[in-house]
């Protein structure tokens, strides 16, 4: 999945959700990456799109990103 701008999400980038809400992207299925906590085994039966790891409404999947969401910090 790509955020509104055109940049590919990745695991472990920051992101605003939307206002009040910033996340982490615990796994990407579209990039085949997953967390120790987030595990293929577990979320690749989603086969599309990141799983991100909110601050206000917890483990949210997203196929299409949200109209205001952007990348804040990407994982060094």
């Known amino acids: 999945m790509k955020y509104p701008d055109g940049t590919q999400a990745r695991l472990g980038d920051k992101i605003l959700v939307w206002e009040g809400n910033e996340g982490v992207v615990v796994c990407s299925m579209d990039t085949d990456e997953y967390s120790e906590e987030y595990p293929r085994e577990a979320f690749g039966y989603l086969e599309r799109g990141i799983m991100v790891l909110s601050e ?21």
């Not at 206000?56 to 060094?76: D, F, T, W």
């Open 56 to 76: 206000k409404a917890g483990l949210i999947h997203y196929v299409k990103p949200e109209e205001r969401m952007r990348l804040v910090e990407r994982k060094k």
